[in-house]
């Protein structure tokens, strides 16, 4: 059974930077597109960046780009934000998702003080 595990949240303050990871379990990683997304107290879910397979295709949200970095490693079978930057308003839990599998994990709290 294929799981997601998220990691690397916690408290930052304004400008500073934080990398989260996302552990998926199962064989067929490198076959699977992935997204972060994001949800702040109040507000509905929304999406921060996607990756295809092989990372040549990458979207990001306007309100990261040139902030968040969305990367892969299919050796290691697990995915990344890389985020600097971050304001306050980045404050959400943030959620991995396997877009194939329509699989969530659990998610992980990212605090940004100003």
């Known amino acids: 059974q294929v799981q997601l595990v998220e990691s690397g949240g916690g408290l930052v303050q304004a400008g500073g930077s934080l990398r989260l990871s996302c552990a998926a379990s199962?064989?067929?990683?490198?076959?699977?597109?992935f997204a972060w997304y994001r949800q702040a107290p109040g507000k509905q879910r929304e999406l921060v960046a996607s990756?295809?397979?092989?990372?040549?295709?990458?979207n990001y949200a306007d309100s990261v780009k040139g902030r968040f970095t969305i990367s892969r490693d299919n050796a290691k079978n697990t995915v990344y934000l890389q985020m600097n930057s971050l304001k306050p308003e980045d404050t959400a839990v943030y959620y991995c998702?396997?877009?194939?599998?329509?699989?969530w994990g659990q998610g992980t709290q990212v605090t940004v003080s100003s």
């Open positions: 998702k396997n877009l194939l599998l329509k699989l």
């Open positions: 990756i295809d397979t092989d990372g040549r295709s990458i």
């Open positions: 199962g064989s067929t990683f490198s076959l699977h597109t």
